[in-house]
Protein backbone atom coordinates (compact mmCIF):
# COMPACT_ATOMS: atom_id res chain seq x y z
CA UNK A 1 0.00 0.00 0.00
CA UNK A 2 2.97 2.16 1.10
CA UNK A 3 4.50 1.20 -2.41
CA UNK A 4 1.59 2.08 -4.32
CA UNK A 5 1.60 5.63 -2.29
CA UNK A 6 4.90 6.21 -3.64
CA UNK A 7 3.90 5.53 -6.84
CA UNK A 8 1.28 7.65 -7.19
CA UNK A 9 2.85 10.43 -6.04
CA UNK A 10 5.96 9.86 -8.85
CA UNK A 11 2.98 9.70 -11.79
CA UNK A 12 1.22 13.11 -10.20
CA UNK A 13 5.08 14.98 -9.97
CA UNK A 14 6.09 13.97 -13.64
CA UNK A 15 2.92 14.78 -15.24
CA UNK A 16 3.26 18.45 -13.87
CA UNK A 17 6.59 18.33 -15.35
CA UNK A 18 5.28 17.25 -18.60
CA UNK A 19 2.67 20.29 -18.54
CA UNK A 20 5.46 23.03 -17.80
CA UNK A 21 7.85 21.83 -20.39
CA UNK A 22 4.26 23.07 -23.27
CA UNK A 23 6.36 25.00 -25.64
CA UNK A 24 3.76 27.94 -24.70
CA UNK A 25 5.03 31.62 -25.58
CA UNK A 26 3.83 34.53 -22.85
CA UNK A 27 0.37 36.04 -24.13
CA UNK A 28 -0.27 33.77 -27.39
CA UNK A 29 -3.57 32.70 -25.60
CA UNK A 30 -5.17 36.07 -25.25
CA UNK A 31 -3.42 37.43 -29.02
CA UNK A 32 -3.23 34.16 -31.16
CA UNK A 33 -0.78 34.24 -33.50
CA UNK A 34 -0.97 38.67 -34.44
CA UNK A 35 2.24 40.26 -34.30
CA UNK A 36 2.22 43.57 -32.27
CA UNK A 37 3.96 46.39 -33.86
CA UNK A 38 4.71 49.95 -32.05
CA UNK A 39 4.29 53.03 -34.10
CA UNK A 40 4.91 56.52 -33.89
CA UNK A 41 2.88 59.11 -36.13
CA UNK A 42 2.24 62.93 -36.30
CA UNK A 43 0.74 62.61 -39.80
CA UNK A 44 -2.52 64.12 -38.86
CA UNK A 45 -4.60 67.53 -40.12
CA UNK A 46 -5.00 69.88 -37.24
CA UNK A 47 -7.74 72.84 -37.43
CA UNK A 48 -6.78 76.14 -35.03
CA UNK A 49 -9.10 78.26 -34.74
CA UNK A 50 -8.76 81.82 -33.23
CA UNK A 51 -10.91 82.78 -30.52
CA UNK A 52 -11.32 86.70 -29.44
CA UNK A 53 -11.11 87.92 -26.27
CA UNK A 54 -14.37 86.17 -24.14
CA UNK A 55 -15.18 86.81 -20.13
CA UNK A 56 -14.96 83.81 -17.66
CA UNK A 57 -15.68 83.19 -13.96
CA UNK A 58 -12.94 84.38 -12.00
CA UNK A 59 -11.17 81.90 -9.04
CA UNK A 60 -10.35 83.91 -6.39
CA UNK A 61 -6.45 85.42 -6.71
CA UNK A 62 -3.59 86.65 -5.06
CA UNK A 63 -2.01 88.79 -7.70
CA UNK A 64 -3.83 91.25 -9.37
CA UNK A 65 -2.65 93.27 -12.40
CA UNK A 66 -3.14 96.65 -13.45
CA UNK A 67 -2.41 99.06 -16.33
CA UNK A 68 -2.55 98.97 -19.39
CA UNK A 69 -0.91 97.26 -22.86
CA UNK A 70 -1.22 98.56 -26.77
CA UNK A 71 0.93 96.72 -29.46
CA UNK A 72 -0.51 95.81 -33.43
CA UNK A 73 -0.34 92.27 -32.61
CA UNK A 74 -3.09 91.97 -29.70
CA UNK A 75 -4.43 95.53 -29.68
CA UNK A 76 -5.52 97.56 -26.23
CA UNK A 77 -5.78 95.43 -22.97
CA UNK A 78 -6.42 97.45 -19.80
CA UNK A 79 -6.50 95.50 -16.34
CA UNK A 80 -7.98 96.98 -13.12
CA UNK A 81 -9.38 95.71 -9.53
CA UNK A 82 -11.57 96.08 -7.04
CA UNK A 83 -10.96 95.98 -3.50
CA UNK A 84 -13.22 95.90 -0.19
CA UNK A 85 -11.64 96.76 2.90
CA UNK A 86 -13.30 95.25 5.51
CA UNK A 87 -12.95 93.55 9.58
CA UNK A 88 -12.20 89.66 10.19
CA UNK A 89 -13.85 88.49 13.14
CA UNK A 90 -10.49 88.31 14.85
CA UNK A 91 -9.45 92.33 14.07
CA UNK A 92 -8.83 94.04 17.36
CA UNK A 93 -9.65 97.94 16.22
CA UNK A 94 -7.99 100.37 18.62
CA UNK A 95 -10.36 103.09 20.79
CA UNK A 96 -10.53 105.89 18.30
CA UNK A 97 -12.34 108.20 21.30
CA UNK A 98 -10.75 110.89 21.90
CA UNK A 99 -8.13 110.39 19.29
CA UNK A 100 -7.14 112.95 16.28
CA UNK A 101 -7.26 111.93 12.67
CA UNK A 102 -4.47 112.67 10.18
CA UNK A 103 -4.64 111.00 7.15
CA UNK A 104 -5.57 107.81 5.18
CA UNK A 105 -3.97 105.92 2.28
CA UNK A 106 -4.39 102.93 0.35
CA UNK A 107 -1.45 100.71 0.39
CA UNK A 108 -1.09 97.93 -2.14
CA UNK A 109 2.22 95.94 -2.06
CA UNK A 110 4.16 95.04 -5.61
CA UNK A 111 5.35 92.00 -6.44
CA UNK A 112 8.76 93.14 -7.99
CA UNK A 113 8.84 90.00 -9.41
CA UNK A 114 5.59 90.21 -11.69
CA UNK A 115 6.10 93.33 -14.13
CA UNK A 116 5.05 92.75 -17.92
CA UNK A 117 6.14 95.27 -19.81
CA UNK A 118 9.12 97.90 -19.23
CA UNK A 119 10.30 98.11 -15.42
CA UNK A 120 10.95 102.30 -16.16
CA UNK A 121 7.34 102.50 -17.21
CA UNK A 122 4.95 105.19 -15.43
CA UNK A 123 1.44 104.73 -13.92
CA UNK A 124 -1.21 106.77 -13.23
CA UNK A 125 -3.51 105.34 -10.55
CA UNK A 126 -7.25 106.54 -10.26
CA UNK A 127 -8.67 104.92 -7.19
CA UNK A 128 -12.82 105.21 -7.18
CA UNK A 129 -15.49 104.40 -4.15
CA UNK A 130 -18.06 102.06 -5.43
CA UNK A 131 -21.49 103.23 -5.29
CA UNK A 132 -23.48 99.61 -4.30
CA UNK A 133 -21.96 96.18 -2.38
CA UNK A 134 -20.25 93.30 -3.74
CA UNK A 135 -21.05 91.71 -0.49
CA UNK A 136 -23.80 89.37 -1.83
CA UNK A 137 -22.41 88.23 -4.96
CA UNK A 138 -21.17 84.31 -4.99
CA UNK A 139 -19.50 84.21 -8.88
CA UNK A 140 -17.93 87.33 -10.20
CA UNK A 141 -17.14 87.80 -14.32
CA UNK A 142 -14.11 88.96 -15.36
CA UNK A 143 -15.90 91.95 -17.47
CA UNK A 144 -17.91 92.46 -14.18
CA UNK A 145 -18.35 96.59 -14.03
CA UNK A 146 -19.76 98.09 -10.69
CA UNK A 147 -21.04 101.53 -9.84
CA UNK A 148 -18.66 104.04 -9.03
CA UNK A 149 -18.24 107.48 -8.44
CA UNK A 150 -17.18 109.70 -10.79
CA UNK A 151 -14.53 111.54 -9.22
CA UNK A 152 -11.84 109.61 -7.85
CA UNK A 153 -11.29 109.51 -3.90
CA UNK A 154 -7.55 109.57 -4.49
CA UNK A 155 -4.94 109.57 -7.43
CA UNK A 156 -1.35 109.12 -7.51
CA UNK A 157 0.64 109.63 -11.21
CA UNK A 158 3.88 109.27 -12.80
CA UNK A 159 4.78 106.07 -10.42
CA UNK A 160 7.83 104.20 -11.32
CA UNK A 161 7.78 100.59 -10.21
CA UNK A 162 11.78 100.51 -9.40
CA UNK A 163 11.16 103.43 -7.37
CA UNK A 164 8.69 102.95 -5.24
CA UNK A 165 8.11 104.14 -1.73
CA UNK A 166 8.62 102.64 1.38
CA UNK A 167 5.27 103.01 3.90
CA UNK A 168 5.59 104.26 7.28
CA UNK A 169 3.66 102.44 9.91
CA UNK A 170 3.86 102.47 13.58
CA UNK A 171 3.56 100.05 16.19
CA UNK A 172 2.04 99.87 19.55
CA UNK A 173 4.34 102.30 21.63
CA UNK A 174 4.56 104.65 18.00
CA UNK A 175 7.67 103.57 17.12
CA UNK A 176 8.12 103.65 13.22
CA UNK A 177 8.30 100.79 10.92
CA UNK A 178 8.87 100.90 7.55
CA UNK A 179 8.27 98.86 4.61
CA UNK A 180 9.15 98.37 0.90
CA UNK A 181 7.91 98.13 -2.67
CA UNK A 182 4.40 99.31 -1.61
CA UNK A 183 2.51 101.53 -3.35
CA UNK A 184 0.36 104.34 -1.48
CA UNK A 185 -2.73 106.13 -3.12
CA UNK A 186 -3.61 109.45 -0.43
CA UNK A 187 -7.14 109.64 -0.11
CA UNK A 188 -9.40 112.33 0.33
CA UNK A 189 -9.00 113.60 3.64
CA UNK A 190 -12.66 114.37 4.59
CA UNK A 191 -13.28 110.92 3.18
CA UNK A 192 -11.05 109.06 5.77
CA UNK A 193 -12.25 111.72 8.75
CA UNK A 194 -15.77 110.27 8.30
CA UNK A 195 -14.93 106.73 8.55
CA UNK A 196 -12.33 107.97 11.51
CA UNK A 197 -15.11 109.69 13.56
CA UNK A 198 -17.85 106.73 13.40
CA UNK A 199 -16.70 105.05 16.29
CA UNK A 200 -20.19 102.97 16.63
CA UNK A 201 -19.43 101.67 12.80
CA UNK A 202 -15.49 101.50 12.92
CA UNK A 203 -14.62 98.90 14.58
CA UNK A 204 -17.09 96.07 14.02
CA UNK A 205 -17.72 93.95 11.19
CA UNK A 206 -21.38 94.80 10.02
CA UNK A 207 -20.77 98.40 11.15
CA UNK A 208 -17.79 99.08 9.20
CA UNK A 209 -19.77 97.64 5.78
CA UNK A 210 -22.19 100.45 6.22
CA UNK A 211 -19.85 102.87 5.87
CA UNK A 212 -17.76 101.94 2.56
CA UNK A 213 -18.59 99.36 -0.11
CA UNK A 214 -14.91 99.25 -1.64
CA UNK A 215 -12.73 100.87 -4.16
CA UNK A 216 -12.36 100.15 -7.76
CA UNK A 217 -8.19 101.03 -8.75
CA UNK A 218 -7.51 101.40 -12.38
CA UNK A 219 -4.55 102.92 -14.12
CA UNK A 220 -3.27 103.59 -17.42
CA UNK A 221 0.76 103.33 -18.00
CA UNK A 222 3.14 103.71 -20.63
CA UNK A 223 2.43 99.98 -22.23
CA UNK A 224 3.57 98.03 -18.84
CA UNK A 225 1.74 95.99 -16.54
CA UNK A 226 2.56 95.35 -12.42
CA UNK A 227 1.15 93.10 -9.88
CA UNK A 228 -0.31 93.43 -6.55
CA UNK A 229 -0.30 91.35 -3.89
CA UNK A 230 -4.00 91.93 -2.13
CA UNK A 231 -2.97 88.68 0.38
CA UNK A 232 0.27 90.48 1.82
CA UNK A 233 -0.48 92.10 5.11
CA UNK A 234 0.64 95.71 3.99
CA UNK A 235 -2.11 96.26 1.45
CA UNK A 236 -4.59 97.45 3.13
CA UNK A 237 -6.65 101.15 3.87
CA UNK A 238 -4.37 102.54 6.52
CA UNK A 239 -5.12 105.33 8.88
CA UNK A 240 -2.62 107.94 10.28
CA UNK A 241 -3.83 109.57 13.78
CA UNK A 242 -3.16 110.30 16.82
CA UNK A 243 -4.47 108.40 20.17
CA UNK A 244 -6.20 110.07 23.12
CA UNK A 245 -2.21 110.13 24.58
CA UNK A 246 -1.18 111.95 21.52
CA UNK A 247 0.79 109.16 20.39
CA UNK A 248 0.92 108.66 16.92
CA UNK A 249 -0.55 105.35 15.59
CA UNK A 250 -1.85 103.41 12.41
CA UNK A 251 -4.35 101.27 11.48
CA UNK A 252 -4.72 99.25 8.87
CA UNK A 253 -7.82 97.66 7.31
CA UNK A 254 -7.53 94.64 5.46
CA UNK A 255 -8.60 93.50 2.34
CA UNK A 256 -11.83 90.91 1.85
CA UNK A 257 -10.61 88.07 0.21
CA UNK A 258 -13.43 88.03 -3.03
CA UNK A 259 -12.09 91.04 -5.01
CA UNK A 260 -12.59 90.82 -8.14
CA UNK A 261 -10.50 91.80 -11.21
CA UNK A 262 -11.67 93.98 -14.15
CA UNK A 263 -10.08 92.91 -18.13
CA UNK A 264 -11.32 94.88 -20.96
CA UNK A 265 -9.97 94.88 -24.44
CA UNK A 266 -9.85 96.34 -28.16
CA UNK A 267 -8.70 94.57 -30.35
CA UNK A 268 -9.82 96.74 -33.41
CA UNK A 269 -7.64 97.20 -36.24
CA UNK A 270 -4.50 94.24 -34.53
CA UNK A 271 -3.15 91.44 -36.09
CA UNK A 272 -5.28 89.22 -33.34
CA UNK A 273 -8.59 90.68 -35.21
CA UNK A 274 -7.09 90.04 -38.97
CA UNK A 275 -6.58 86.37 -37.79
CA UNK A 276 -9.91 85.93 -36.70
CA UNK A 277 -11.20 87.75 -40.06
CA UNK A 278 -8.81 85.31 -42.03
CA UNK A 279 -8.89 81.76 -41.27
CA UNK A 280 -5.62 81.04 -43.11
CA UNK A 281 -3.06 82.81 -41.16
CA UNK A 282 -0.59 80.85 -40.48
CA UNK A 283 -0.43 82.99 -36.84
CA UNK A 284 -2.05 82.16 -34.11
CA UNK A 285 -2.55 84.14 -31.08
CA UNK A 286 -3.20 83.04 -26.99
CA UNK A 287 -3.06 85.83 -24.07
CA UNK A 288 -3.27 85.55 -20.04
CA UNK A 289 -6.27 87.08 -18.27
CA UNK A 290 -9.94 87.14 -20.42
CA UNK A 291 -7.63 86.74 -23.78
CA UNK A 292 -7.72 85.47 -26.76
CA UNK A 293 -7.71 81.61 -26.63
CA UNK A 294 -6.77 78.96 -29.18
CA UNK A 295 -9.38 75.96 -30.36
CA UNK A 296 -7.89 73.13 -31.51
CA UNK A 297 -9.98 70.17 -33.77
CA UNK A 298 -7.64 66.86 -33.94
CA UNK A 299 -10.89 65.19 -35.22
CA UNK A 300 -8.34 63.51 -38.20
CA UNK A 301 -7.24 60.90 -35.09
CA UNK A 302 -10.86 59.14 -35.62
CA UNK A 303 -8.85 57.78 -38.41
CA UNK A 304 -6.76 55.39 -36.55
CA UNK A 305 -8.16 51.64 -36.74
CA UNK A 306 -8.14 50.06 -33.04
CA UNK A 307 -5.20 51.48 -31.79
CA UNK A 308 -3.90 50.60 -28.79
CA UNK A 309 -2.29 54.32 -27.44
CA UNK A 310 0.96 53.91 -25.29
CA UNK A 311 1.38 58.60 -25.32
CA UNK A 312 0.04 61.45 -27.20
CA UNK A 313 0.83 64.79 -26.91
CA UNK A 314 -0.12 68.26 -28.83
CA UNK A 315 2.97 70.39 -29.17
CA UNK A 316 3.40 74.27 -30.52
CA UNK A 317 5.66 76.52 -31.63
CA UNK A 318 6.18 79.93 -30.29
CA UNK A 319 6.79 82.63 -32.93
CA UNK A 320 9.98 83.93 -31.77
CA UNK A 321 11.52 86.47 -34.12
CA UNK A 322 10.81 89.95 -32.37
CA UNK A 323 7.15 90.70 -33.24
CA UNK A 324 6.82 90.54 -29.34
CA UNK A 325 10.06 91.60 -27.29
CA UNK A 326 10.19 89.07 -25.31
CA UNK A 327 13.15 90.53 -23.29
CA UNK A 328 10.81 92.79 -22.16
CA UNK A 329 7.46 91.01 -22.70
CA UNK A 330 7.86 87.54 -21.68
CA UNK A 331 6.29 84.66 -22.71
CA UNK A 332 3.88 82.26 -21.23
CA UNK A 333 6.08 79.60 -18.56
CA UNK A 334 3.29 77.30 -19.36
CA UNK A 335 -0.14 76.30 -21.29
CA UNK A 336 -3.15 74.34 -20.69
CA UNK A 337 -5.40 72.37 -22.53
CA UNK A 338 -9.13 72.97 -21.66
CA UNK A 339 -12.26 71.15 -22.94
CA UNK A 340 -15.69 72.18 -22.66
CA UNK A 341 -18.19 70.64 -19.91
CA UNK A 342 -22.50 69.57 -20.43
CA UNK A 343 -22.81 73.41 -18.89
CA UNK A 344 -20.31 75.53 -21.31
CA UNK A 345 -17.79 76.31 -19.22
CA UNK A 346 -14.23 75.19 -19.99
CA UNK A 347 -12.50 72.93 -17.97
CA UNK A 348 -9.14 71.14 -17.95
CA UNK A 349 -8.59 68.16 -20.20
CA UNK A 350 -8.60 64.50 -17.93
CA UNK A 351 -4.80 64.58 -18.45
CA UNK A 352 -4.39 67.84 -16.62
CA UNK A 353 -6.87 67.96 -14.40
CA UNK A 354 -5.24 64.29 -12.90
CA UNK A 355 -1.92 66.96 -12.50
CA UNK A 356 -3.75 69.55 -10.55
CA UNK A 357 -5.31 66.73 -8.00
CA UNK A 358 -1.93 65.46 -7.39
CA UNK A 359 -0.72 69.06 -7.12
CA UNK A 360 1.80 68.73 -9.97
CA UNK A 361 1.30 68.81 -13.86
CA UNK A 362 5.51 67.73 -15.08
CA UNK A 363 5.29 64.32 -15.62
CA UNK A 364 1.76 64.42 -15.95
CA UNK A 365 0.76 67.04 -18.25
CA UNK A 366 3.29 69.13 -18.51
CA UNK A 367 2.96 71.93 -20.82
CA UNK A 368 5.59 74.15 -19.23
CA UNK A 369 7.95 76.60 -21.35
CA UNK A 370 11.06 74.63 -23.45
CA UNK A 371 13.58 76.71 -24.98
CA UNK A 372 16.51 74.95 -26.51
CA UNK A 373 20.06 75.97 -26.18
CA UNK A 374 20.32 78.80 -28.35
CA UNK A 375 17.68 79.89 -26.65
CA UNK A 376 15.85 80.87 -30.19
CA UNK A 377 13.69 78.01 -30.25
CA UNK A 378 10.31 77.82 -28.03
CA UNK A 379 8.17 75.25 -27.79
CA UNK A 380 5.54 74.17 -25.31
CA UNK A 381 4.44 69.94 -25.10
CA UNK A 382 0.96 68.85 -23.54
CA UNK A 383 0.07 65.15 -22.78
CA UNK A 384 -3.33 64.04 -23.70
CA UNK A 385 -3.04 60.66 -23.60
CA UNK A 386 -5.97 59.50 -21.75
CA UNK A 387 -8.07 61.94 -22.74
CA UNK A 388 -7.04 61.00 -26.06
CA UNK A 389 -8.38 57.20 -25.19
CA UNK A 390 -11.66 59.02 -24.34
CA UNK A 391 -12.04 61.06 -27.80
CA UNK A 392 -11.50 57.67 -29.40
CA UNK A 393 -13.87 55.74 -27.48
CA UNK A 394 -16.42 59.11 -28.03
CA UNK A 395 -16.79 59.91 -25.05
CA UNK A 396 -15.07 63.48 -25.44
CA UNK A 397 -15.09 65.82 -28.40
CA UNK A 398 -11.87 65.94 -29.99
CA UNK A 399 -11.99 69.54 -29.89
CA UNK A 400 -10.31 71.74 -27.27
CA UNK A 401 -9.23 74.84 -26.47
CA UNK A 402 -5.44 76.39 -25.91
CA UNK A 403 -4.72 79.01 -22.83
CA UNK A 404 -2.18 80.63 -20.36
CA UNK A 405 -2.00 78.41 -17.40
CA UNK A 406 -3.38 80.65 -14.46
CA UNK A 407 -5.38 82.60 -16.64
CA UNK A 408 -6.77 84.60 -14.01
CA UNK A 409 -3.25 85.87 -12.93
CA UNK A 410 -1.19 85.88 -15.61
CA UNK A 411 -0.75 88.61 -18.76
CA UNK A 412 1.66 87.09 -20.84
CA UNK A 413 1.00 86.76 -24.47
CA UNK A 414 1.98 84.11 -27.20
CA UNK A 415 2.04 84.06 -30.98
CA UNK A 416 2.32 80.28 -32.53
CA UNK A 417 2.90 79.19 -35.72
CA UNK A 418 -0.05 77.05 -37.39
CA UNK A 419 -0.01 73.64 -38.58
CA UNK A 420 1.10 74.42 -42.71
CA UNK A 421 4.21 75.86 -40.96
CA UNK A 422 7.36 74.24 -42.80
CA UNK A 423 9.72 73.49 -39.78
CA UNK A 424 7.21 74.44 -36.64
CA UNK A 425 3.71 72.85 -37.00
CA UNK A 426 1.50 72.55 -34.08
CA UNK A 427 1.44 68.54 -34.08
CA UNK A 428 -0.33 66.10 -32.70
CA UNK A 429 2.40 63.28 -31.70
CA UNK A 430 1.18 59.97 -31.27
CA UNK A 431 3.14 56.43 -30.34
CA UNK A 432 0.70 53.81 -30.27
CA UNK A 433 0.48 49.71 -30.50
CA UNK A 434 -0.94 47.86 -33.62
CA UNK A 435 -1.72 44.70 -33.94
Do not use: W
Not at 279 to 298: C, K, N, R, V
Amino acid sequence: MRRFAVYSLLLVMLCVICSCADDTKVGSGLLGSEDLEVLFTDDFDIILTQHPPTPFNLSLAQFYSLGTLDNPSFGEFTSSFYVRPTLSSFSIVPNFVGGTFDSVVLALKVDTTRFFGRSDAFYDIDVLSLNESIDDIDTFRSDQVFMTNPVPVGTRSRIVPSKLDSILTYDQLGDTVYFSDVITIPLDRRFGASIFVDTLNNDNLVGFSTLLDGFLVQATSTNSILQVNLADEVSSLLFYYKDSSGVNQSFPYRFSGDAPLNFSYDISGSNLEETINNPTSELFYIQGHAGAILEIDIDDVNKLSDPFINHASIEVYAQNEGIIDTSIFGLPLALDLLRTNEAGDLVSVIDLAVGQEQGQTRGIFDGDIEVDETKQIVKYEMNITTHLKEILEGRQSSKMFIAVRNRTQTPNNLIIYGPNHPIYPVRLKLTHTKS
